[in-house]
């Protein structure tokens, strides 16, 4: 069965301490990896898509990479801002549906 | 500019009533879906769309409809028979057959009264 894994469920961190985020999958076939930002109260935001293993992306504080088993958001010099949950989906086989993990609370103190 | 709208962004909901939520995009794209969160849970989804006048169920179908009779527009109706409505409701709308991911609607807060 197609699945997505986040961990830890919950990361609290100092401002300027930087962490990784990871995101395992066991798919067949795998098509694309998603990562989203999610503010209490409103919708996901896209951050990245990567496709193959080897690909990374990145955007200002925030660096993500894949490999052929998972996938780690990077988080270099955290700010409070950067406080929020972050979403992991896979898309994979003929169906191009998202699978979704549960998400990672990020909480950065001041 | 483009993009997906969910309305009202906040719904109160009386025991034995049936509430409609709203989800409209202008992005072109042909695939909708509706997915339900609650607190410190993943996405779970509720219905999809590939094609107007076609939708399919997901996991957690049981006291929810759907209908697509536009591309644009794809309203969930949460009825008396969902005994547990209360969440926060996501739309995302997507191309089909295409590996770009979604776009996300605000959301809506549903809260049984």
């Known amino acids: 069965e197609d699945q997505v894994t986040q961990s830890p469920e919950a990361l609290r961190l100092q401002e300027g301490e930087s962490s990784s985020l990871n995101c395992s999958y066991t798919v067949s076939g795998l098509r694309g990896l998603f990562w989203y930002r999610q503010d209490p109260g409103k919708g996901p935001e896209f951050l990245f898509t990567l496709y193959s293993a080897g690909e990374e992306k990145e955007k200002e504080r925030l660096k993500a990479t894949l490999t052929k088993k998972e996938s780690f958001l990077h988080i270099t010099a955290p700010k409070p801002e950067d406080s929020a949950t972050y979403l992991c989906?896979?898309?994979?086989?003929?169906?191009?549906?998202?699978?979704w993990g549960a998400g990672t609370k990020l909480i950065i103190k001041p | 500019d483009g993009g997906i709208t969910q309305s009202p962004k906040y719904l109160f909901r009386k025991e034995g009533q049936n509430v409609t939520l709203s989800c409209e995009q202008n992005l072109n794209h042909d695939a909708m879906y509706w997915y339900r969160q609650d607190p410190g849970q993943g996405l779970r989804l509720i219905y999809y769309s590939q094609i107007v006048n076609d939708f399919q169920k997901g996991d957690i179908a049981e006291g929810y409809s759907v209908s697509r009779e536009k591309k644009e527009s794809f309203p969930l109706t949460v009825t008396s028979a969902q005994k547990n409505p209360t969440a926060f409701y996501l739309c995302a709308s997507a191309f089909q057959d295409r590996n770009y991911g979604y776009t996300f609607g605000s959301g809506t807060r549903l809260t049984v009264v």
């Open positions: 989906a896979v898309q994979a086989g003929s169906n191009y549906q998202l699978i």
